[in-house]
């Protein structure tokens, strides 16, 4: 037996929960520079089940965590972002798009408003670049700090609600996308109702001598269990969510990611990339990000080419493999306009075999968020 | 007696006179994670040693399995192409692969013992 699949290691950083992931039998994988648990000893399906029928809880201490502030924030992050930040409440969160001068997407994140500045989630694999970009445009005018300091855990399921009633009640009381600051167990702690597995769940961050503390409080309870990056990976592809660098990067507009109900129809200009971005939001791009689902059992992977009857490549898949909640493959990629209506047959090739496909509708599962 | 014997790439073959069942090791599986496709040989093909058999999707990643050593495959274990969940549960049993017919029996000379192998795992 071989496999592609072979991580080297070079010197890999921690998060602050590493002791935990390694008590707990996590198989750890070199992941944007750090190591990190893919799976616990239940296994990816498991664990995927388990987020779905429970609670599961995400050390995503990896994502970069900037916080900007100063009185001219708003209107500056708004020069590099397609986005309304201005009218952004405090203590509510936004899904954001970094954009470049040609319409591609630097990086997604989510952004927070607390009382005095707003705090942004940004890719792990981007949070370098991402920091010196923000410092490079928004200073002096504002302030740019990255929150080394910060943990993230993610509590994610349907009973995700019933254990922060017991361990933070004030976050119970949020609807999604909003934030409260509140102690949990004795900890202060930024919650925001929000996620990355199409559940309702909370995103806590907590400084890093706490953050084991709150891990360990939060698994005595026995709705959770801890899960990996493997079934993150397929829970946020069944909830239709773009990966970074998969699915999404430099190369595609937020209208081909099919990420137009994140833009505000108030910024037509005054970001980078507006002329494409106004342009493709009239007339429509080229291609468009799509779900797709093979027939039969065979996962169709990253990179695979898709085919249209003439034997034309009319696409390529970005994300791809297993839904355990769907019980099936799925996947999802870019396809010529022409091509994406509901139901479009397609075919993909896999050694050599013709696997048939389907466009379908994103998600493929419903998103269960938590709106009162 | 059936003898066991293990490939480098994580294989094991038990073999019973001129028949060898194979399969993939606890490591194999564990390395995996859960496998969710299996795409099993046809009966009667022959395989040269160290070419793809089969081929198997996990959760994470594909991968093939290659004849450990030259022969026809005589029976495959069907039951794996609705349940591939058989092999993370039981490797080394429930969850073989195929059986094969040796045509060369002095390849297995070559391939690891139990005691071999989990040296060779430990590194």
């Not at chain 1, 991580?7 to 590493?18: E, K, Y």
């Not at chain 1, 976050?171 to 996620?195: D, E, K, P, W, Y």
């Not at chain 1, 009857?309 to 870019?334: L, N, R």
């Amino acid at each position: 037996m071989s496999s592609s699949d072979s991580p080297g290691s070079p010197t890999l950083a921690h998060t602050p929960l590493h002791r935990l992931h390694v008590e707990l039998g996590a198989k750890m994988v070199p992941f944007a520079g750090y190591a990190m648990p893919v799976n616990y000893p239940s296994g990816i399906l498991k664990e995927h089940v388990q987020t779905r029928t429970h609670a599961g809880l995400f050390d995503v201490s990896h994502m970069g965590q900037i916080h900007v502030g100063g009185s001219a924030a708003a209107r500056a992050l708004e020069s590099l972002m397609p986005m309304d930040i201005s009218n952004l409440q405090v203590d509510r969160q936004r899904y954001g798009l970094l954009t470049n001068q040609v319409g591609g997407i630097l990086d997604d994140l989510m952004i927070t408003r607390t009382a005095d500045h707003f705090c942004l989630v940004v890719n792990a694999s981007r949070k370098a670049e991402d920091f010196a970009y923000l410092r490079q445009h928004l200073l002096p005018a504002c302030t740019v700090e990255q929150r080394t300091d910060l943990a993230l855990l993610a509590l994610q399921g349907p009973e995700a609600a019933k254990v922060m009633a017991r361990l933070a009640p004030a976050a119970t009381r949020l609807n999604f996308m909003m934030s409260v600051s509140t102690a949990m167990v004795g900890v202060q702690c930024l919650i925001t109702r929000s996620g990355y597995t199409g559940e309702d769940g909370f995103e806590i961050s907590a400084p890093n001598s706490h953050a084991e503390t709150l891990a360990r409080a939060l698994l005595e309870q026995p709705e959770v269990a801890p899960i990996g990056l493997g079934a993150r990976d397929s829970l946020r592809l069944e909830a239709g969510l773009c990966l970074y660098g998969h699915d999404i990067d430099l190369n595609t507009t937020p209208v081909e990611a099919n990420l137009t109900w994140a833009l505000a129809k108030s910024r037509q200009d005054g970001f980078p990339g507006a002329a494409v971005i106004s342009e493709q939001m009239k007339n429509g791009a080229s291609r468009r990000r799509v779900g797709i689902r093979p027939q039969g059992p065979l996962p169709l992977r990253e990179g695979s080419v898709l085919l249209n009857e003439a034997q034309t490549t009319i696409g390529k898949i970005t994300s791809g493999g297993f839904g355990a909640s769907v019980d099936g493959p799925i996947a999802m990629g870019y396809v010529e306009t022409a091509w994406t209506t509901l139901g479009a047959q397609l075919h993909a090739t896999v050694r050599g075999k013709s696997i048939p496909c389907q466009i379908v509708k994103l998600p493929f599962i419903q998103h269960r968020y938590f709106r009162n | 007696m059936p003898t066991i014997k293990f490939t480098q790439d994580h294989e094991w073959i038990r073999v019973e006179g001129d028949t060898g069942i194979v399969g993939i090791t606890d490591f194999a599986q564990e390395e995996l994670g859960d496998l969710v496709y299996v795409e099993l040989p046809e009966i009667g093909k022959h395989f040269s040693q160290g070419t793809e058999v089969a081929v198997i999707e996990s959760v994470k990643a594909a991968a093939d399995l290659k004849a450990p050593v030259s022969g026809a495959v005589t029976e495959v274990n069907a039951s794996l192409t609705e349940e591939p969940g058989k092999v993370n549960a039981d490797p080394m049993g429930a969850g073989w692969f195929y059986k094969i017919k040796i045509t060369a029996a002095s390849e297995l000379d070559a391939l690891l013992d139990e005691t071999a192998y989990a040296a060779f795992v430990k590194k």
